[in-house]
């Protein structure tokens, strides 16, 4: 397998965190590595994509710097090797006055993701990962387009100014783009729906943003696209009902909706569960009893579903209106905030 | 995790608002709902709303019996229909109750071409609920049960005391009532008033000490809610829900009215504003969701053919409480122990 690099943001992504309510900040900053909890799955994944010795993983969050050690010390006590992990300096900006950039996240994450993409130079395929509950579908995608020559650089500098970016880091950040060879390589974005945003405010991305309701959803289209193994897959089902007491129900539900979306093409949503089933046959782990027989005959009805993939519109995205549209919801967000913190 | 069958073609709103109740259950219960109907449809509809597919799966079927369709000919014609497969998913034991807000001829010839009778009984109720005066059980429920409303017409002594029993089942498991108050509705409250088969049902409910049977009830007594089951035949509790439907609904009328005719009399509905929205909500049907047809060896629960996302997903959570609270179990037990002879 080639090389692989996975960028993954780490708060509703990787980690079960609440920042809806100050409560829920304040416990997310005050917490010990041993009680912060991962999304179930999301370990397990990684986990697998790391077996792969050509595979990279890189983080990159809005948590504070101030963090660093507690978020290291839980992704060590999962298991996870990483190559970079990327926190904002909110420190920082509180003290420059920037309160805008404590909770914006294009201004901060499109240049760390441009710089990076700079630095390690053409070539490696990127899978990244984001969740709905920021901008993470918007940022992940304008990356992928910008990098891949999509995007104009001027386009790039009214979403900064949009996105009151100081000028600073505006001009760093351009001038990056000016360095960028085009470089398609972003192959998917995952997005977790811990918000369980409807779907159809991720359609205009195409068929490269995969919303997904749990990482069962990510791992079956990673498979699909070879990028982990069967037995990888299997590993992972085992995690996902041992760790998170997944049903035969649950799996084969979240499975099925993928095909009925079109994200798996049915002819080969039926061949993985072939593979699924001969894998799980050899499995001599105890799970509760009839959870086999139950779970392959949920699977076979999968196959009843006939369910073409949908063509990507060739219209390119504009991401200056998309932006508007973005930041209306944003505020929105904001305020039912402020309302629930002043609840 | 209970498995809900859920006709998604049946209904008014159906299925727009039928998928988006669905789709709220899905978001704060464990029910796994099966939606039977046109996949693509329900697939659009989904990608509009919040749901979480975990607990949400589709059975695919594009025929469905349309709510002016004649029942036995539509379900002749159309073998697929998505009220049939809803049927057929509980009888086949993939699904544990089955929900239809559709066409309500469909719905019970579809429950008599699919599932068995309960040991004992003879001829299967349609019931219904109705607000009262009074509220009762653990939950202060408002609402009495009324059946049969409309499934069998004809009906024998027997039969009243079959639906006297499941209609006790039934209340004590959904509405937590441990000694719900059973009645015959009649032409009198006295023990000699009635049709021979309602004196003779009534001579045999009052020997039968497992239910608390109050005796006669006349149909002034419906809406104070002195009972909490009201048994009648089909014919009977048929009129007797159109009747009461369309005395709220000329009530509602003549409210509309005078509050046009006279500006005094509008500023009187605006003072009493927050009590008929307090009324309102109390006597909501969509709250309840939707009533059972009870008498198979299966559960079925009609929701209104009005229901929208909110009644939908109620009638949902009614049919998954009744299939935890085991209630085909307690009816099949309580029709045993009750001797005919």
Redesign the interface.
């Known amino acids: 397998m080639e090389q692989v690099i996975y960028r993954w943001d780490l708060d509703k992504t990787y980690l079960k965190t609440e920042f809806e309510t100050l409560k829920g900040m304040l416990r997310a900053y005050l917490e010990k590595a041993e009680e912060k909890k991962s999304v179930p799955g999301a370990p397990s994944l990684l986990k697998e994509l790391q077996k792969n010795d050509n595979n990279e993983i890189y983080f990159i969050s809005g948590s504070p710097l101030q963090m660093r050690k507690v978020l290291e010390k839980k992704l060590v006590m999962d298991g996870i090797r990483w190559k970079q992990l990327t926190l904002k300096p909110n420190l920082q900006n509180l003290l420059l006055g920037r309160f805008h950039a404590l909770r914006e996240q294009i201004g901060y994450k499109l240049p760390v993701l441009f710089e990076d993409n700079l630095r390690r130079g053409k070539g490696s395929e990127e899978i990244l990962f984001g969740d709905d509950a920021e901008s993470d579908a918007y940022i992940y995608s304008l990356y992928a387009d910008t990098i891949a020559g999509k995007v104009s650089k001027e386009t790039i500098r009214k979403i900064m100014e949009l996105s009151h970016v100081p000028a600073k880091n505006r001009k760093k950040a351009l001038s990056v783009i000016d360095r960028l060879a085009a470089n398609d390589v972003v192959r998917k974005i995952f997005i977790y729906l811990d918000?369980?945003?409807?779907?159809?405010r991720f359609?205009f991305y195409g068929s490269r943003l995969v919303p997904v309701?749990?990482y069962f959803q990510a791992a079956l289209v990673l498979a699909a696209e070879n990028l982990i193994t069967v037995t990888s897959l299997t590993r992972i089902i085992l995690d996902l009902v041992i760790e998170a007491r997944y049903?035969p129900?649950?799996l084969?539900?979240?499975y099925?909706?993928l095909v009925?979306?079109g994200v798996i093409h049915h002819t080969q949503a039926g061949r993985m569960v072939d593979g699924i089933k001969q894998h799980l046959r050899q499995e001599i782990v105890p799970l509760p009893e009839g959870f086999y027989d139950k779970f392959f005959a949920l699977l076979d009805?999968i196959r009843?579903?006939k369910k073409n993939i949908p063509v990507d519109s060739v219209k390119p995205i504009d991401y200056v209106k998309l932006y508007h549209e973005e930041h209306r919801k944003e505020i929105k967000q904001k305020k039912s905030f402020i309302d629930r913190v002043l609840q | 995790?209970t498995?809900i069958a859920f006709d998604a073609m049946g209904g008014d709103y159906a299925p727009d608002d039928v998928v988006r109740g669905a789709a709220w259950i899905s978001?704060d219960t464990d029910i796994?709902v099966i939606l039977v109907g046109d996949?693509k449809k329900i697939?659009d509809i989904l990608?509009?709303?919040?749901?979480?597919?975990?607990?949400?799966?589709?059975h695919?079927t594009t025929q469905f019996v349309g709510m002016d369709e004649h029942p036995k000919e539509a379900l002749e014609k159309k073998p697929q229909a998505s009220i049939l497969v809803a049927a057929q998913l509980v009888r086949d034991g993939k699904a544990e109750a089955m929900v239809s807000a559709g066409n309500t001829g469909a719905c019970i010839l579809t429950c008599a071409k699919t599932f068995s009778k309960i040991p004992g009984i003879q001829k299967a109720a349609l019931a219904s609920v109705y607000p009262t005066e009074i509220r009762r059980g653990e939950k202060n429920d408002p609402f009495s049960l009324i059946l049969d409303v409309g499934a069998t017409i004809n009906v024998t002594a027997k039969d009243l005391v079959s639906f006297a029993i499941m209609g006790s089942s039934y209340a004590s498991r959904i509405s937590k009532n441990p000694k719900p108050r059973v009645a015959i509705l009649s032409n009198g409250t006295e023990e000699i008033k009635g049709s021979p088969e309602m004196l003779e049902a009534y001579k045999l409910l009052k020997q039968y000490p497992k239910i608390n049977f109050i005796g006669n009830i006349e149909g002034i007594d419906i809406p104070k809610g002195t009972a909490d089951v009201v048994v009648c035949s089909g014919f009977t509790g048929n009129i007797v829900l159109k009747m009461l439907e369309g005395v709220s609904e000329t009530v509602v009328g003549l409210a509309k009215f005078a509050y046009k005719k006279r500006f005094a009399w509008k500023i009187g509905l605006f003072m009493l504003k927050g009590a008929i929205s307090q009324l309102k909500t109390i006597t909501d049907w969509e709250q309840y969701g939707g009533a059972p047809l009870l008498g198979f060896d299966n559960l079925f629960i009609k929701a209104h053919g009005r229901s929208k996302a909110k009644a939908t997903s109620n009638a949902i959570k009614v049919a998954a409480k009744a299939v935890r609270g085991g209630l085909i179990q307690e009816i099949s037990s309580s029709i045993k122990d009750f001797s005919f002879d």
């Not at chain 1, 918000?195 to 159809?200: G, M």
């Not at chain 2, 990608?47 to 589709?58: F, G, I, T």
């Open positions: 918000k369980k945003t409807p779907i159809r359609e309701y749990n049903s129900v649950v084969s539900n979240s099925q909706d009925r979306r009805g009843e579903i | 995790m498995t978001l796994n996949e697939t990608k509009d709303v919040k749901h979480n597919p975990e607990n949400l799966s589709v695919n």
